[in-house]
């Protein structure tokens, strides 16, 4: 007896055995063997997991109706050209001012953790060796990454974003320097 449901019918429209349609929904493959066979209930859950992987409209899934075509989350007929668009969709070219407005929050976190660090080599007298290591970093991470030389342009960035606000104004470098004597001057307090 060949259980149809809309699981196995996705799967199969996929061309993935069950091993790799699990993967991809991140389930495990008794899972997907357990709703392909009916065994277990589709929960709406599952469902929106599955459709957020593949594109399928949760409510297609839910509804259970395998003679109805598959629909996309748009509620047009489901393709795997439309499958390829959605896992495409990560490394689409965006621009690069978008994507440092997408970084500046860990970009802000990694300078403050940074400036931490350089406060704590400061104060141990160790700053030498800091600026040493730092810099052999960069230039591993050069040869591993490239340099294609658009610092200029991502610091250019920055005085354009809301935080680049100081450095326009100059008041940047004092805001850092006053920063770490702050912070250097309640460790030593400690």
Same mark, same amino acid.
Request: one cysteine or more; aromatic letters at 10%; charged letters at 30%.
């Given at each position: ?5 809309t ?6 429209a996929l %061309?993935l055995?069950?091993?790799? =349609?699990a ?8 899972t997907i +063997? ?17 459709a957020q992987?593949t %594109? ?7 509804r259970?109706?395998t ?9 047009r007929r489901?393709?795997?050209?439309? =499958? ?5 969709e ?5 621009? +690069?001012?978008a994507?440092?407005q997408?970084m ?6 990694d ?13 141990s007298?160790?700053? +030498?060796?800091l600026?040493y ?13 490239g340099d294609? %030389? ?5 610091v250019?960035?920055m005085?354009?974003?809301?935080e ?5 104004? %100059?008041r940047?470098?004092?805001l850092?320097?006053?920063s770490?004597?702050r ?5 030593q307090?400690?």
């Open positions: 007896m060949k259980h149809n449901t699981v196995r019918l996705l799967r199969k %061309g055995n069950k091993r790799d =349609f993967a991809l929904v991140n389930y495990s493959t008794d +063997h357990s709703l392909e066979l009916e065994r277990m209930n589709l929960s709406t859950r599952a469902a929106t997991k599955i992987a %594109g399928v409209s949760a409510y297609w899934l839910l259970g109706c003679s109805y075509p598959i629909e996309n989350d748009r509620n489901w393709d795997l050209d439309y =499958f390829r668009e959605r896992q495409a990560p490394f689409k070219p965006v621009s +690069h001012e994507r440092f997408e500046a929050p860990s970009f802000e976190s300078v403050k953790g940074l400036l931490g660090i350089y406060a704590a080599a400061l104060q007298d160790k700053l +030498h060796l600026r290591d730092f810099h052999r970093f960069r230039q591993e991470m050069a040869e591993v990454y294609n %030389g658009t610092a200029m342009e991502l250019g960035l005085k354009s974003s809301q680049g606000e100081l450095a326009k104004t %100059g940047g470098d004092r850092v320097k006053t770490l004597q912070r250097l001057s309640r460790t307090a400690e």
